[in-house]
């Protein structure tokens, strides 16, 4: 199971820390990734990070601004997400994948929404 939270209205280049805690696996096995999905839009990748942490990949549109970690003692993922743009306003979700880019488990999303 995972679980996002941190989701926020907030001002243009405002931040925002989101978290997923994950429950009911060996965490530590899989490839994370954080996705949005904007109102009529399709849902996009946003950052993924390997098992240890040790690689990590972003979208075009949030690198330099965002940056995913992780703790795998806390079975948390975040993303921090700074210098927010109103363009970034959607429902954020993690998600778990034992081979990338078969995300196979999903959390039920937070909203974030950015005022320009």
């Known amino acids: 199971q995972l679980v996002e939270s941190g989701g926020g209205s907030v001002q243009a280049r405002d931040s925002l820390r989101l978290s997923c805690a994950a429950s009911?696996?060996?965490?530590?096995?899989?490839?994370m990734g954080w996705f949005r999905q904007a109102p009529g839009k399709e849902r996009e990748f946003v950052a993924g990070?390997?098992?240890?942490?040790?690689?990590?990949y972003y979208a075009d549109a949030v690198k330099g601004r965002f940056t995913i970690s992780r703790d795998n003692g806390k079975n948390t993922v975040y993303l921090q997400m700074n210098n927010l743009k109103a363009e970034d306003t959607a429902i954020y979700f993690c998600?778990?994948?034992?081979?990338?880019?078969?995300?196979?488990?999903w959390g039920q999303g937070t909203q974030v929404t950015v005022s320009s």
């Open positions: 998600a778990a994948a034992r081979k990338v880019p078969q995300y196979a488990y």
């Open positions: 009911g696996g060996t965490f530590s096995s899989y490839s």
């Open positions: 990070i390997s098992w240890s942490g040790g690689s990590t």
